[in-house]
């Protein structure tokens, strides 16, 4: 196999050969909030829709009916690489794929990237249908994407992570919500494995870590991301009550209807903050 510096290359060539663009944000859509996806394509007669099966070196995906796609476009004014559909751990790739297509964002030249994911609520403020602004989070993956040959090129082998969600971007995102009457919470992101949902005594040591949601998405990519300096602002839509928690078991029908119940806000909030960035 090609080496990782060569193979990124020539996804973002074959990118750019489809959309010159120059994307600024990239936007990674979650469970249940693909929305924007639809948005773009409406809004933005010159963006153009990639399949990731299309694009050289991208992970191909194990979930049938959930490929992914990843749309160059302008919305709100801002040139995005928005992804919809992305890669989990637990589908069983190694890390440094999972986090392939944020690398590849990083490549086209993004320098702010917007992660959303879907969450179980820890903590009381964090109940269904609300959005978290992610403050932190807690990696309980047992693994980390930069694990093994550092690529010089990408970023330092020990980076960083005291500021790994901008503070800057969480103050901009707060005051669109403000601007838009959205009450938004603030809190900490803990990824969990799966793809079993977790144990009502694992959601009891997450809360006593100081987690206030937890999903199984995210980390990775965040962690590639500020490898390369990108700067981040995550967004949890809380879409059940953390096990234990929640009097009733867990659904994937739960957490992708909450996601569609949530999406005008959330999606409002992002069209909000891609017009301040
Ligand atoms: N746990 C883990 N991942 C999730 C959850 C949860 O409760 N809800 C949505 N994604």
């Not at 992101?189 to 949601?213: F, H, K, M, Q, V």
Request: glycine share 10%.
């Amino acid at each position: 196999m090609a080496p990782l510096s060569q193979q990124l290359d020539e996804s973002t060539v074959a990118i750019r050969d489809v959309n010159s663009l120059q994307p600024r944000v990239g936007l990674i859509l979650g469970s249940g909030l693909g929305s924007l996806a639809t948005r773009i394509k409406e809004e933005d007669p010159q963006a153009t829709t990639l399949p990731y099966d299309q694009i050289p070196h991208f992970p191909s995906s194990t979930v049938e009916g959930h490929a992914g796609e990843l749309i160059l476009g302008t919305l709100n004014g801002t040139p995005l690489a928005l992804m919809a559909g992305r890669f989990h751990y637990y589908e069983g790739y190694p890390l440094e794929r999972v986090v392939y297509p944020v690398r590849v964002l990083g490549r086209l030249g993004i320098t702010q990237l917007i992660v959303t994911n879907a969450a179980g609520g820890i903590t009381p403020e964090q109940s269904p249908g609300c959005l978290m602004l992610i403050r932190d989070h807690i990696n309980m993956l047992g693994a980390n994407p930069l694990r093994g040959n550092n690529p010089e090129d990408l970023g330092p082998r020990f980076p960083d992570m005291t500021e790994a969600y901008s503070g800057r971007l969480r103050t901009l995102a707060r005051e669109v919500a403000a601007k838009q009457a959205l009450s938004i919470g603030e809190g900490v992101y803990a990824a969990s494995l799966g793809p079993s949902y977790e144990t009502p005594a694992e959601i009891e040591l997450l809360a006593r870590s100081g987690a206030n949601a937890v999903g199984m998405s995210t980390v990775p990519e965040v962690i590639a991301a500020r490898h390369m300096e990108i700067e981040v602002l995550g967004i949890s839509c809380i879409s059940n009550h953390a096990a234990g928690i929640s009097p009733h078991p867990l659904t994937h029908d739960e957490v992708m209807e909450t996601g569609r119940e949530a999406a005008p806000a959330f999606e409002k909030l992002i069209l909000g903050v891609l017009a301040q960035l």
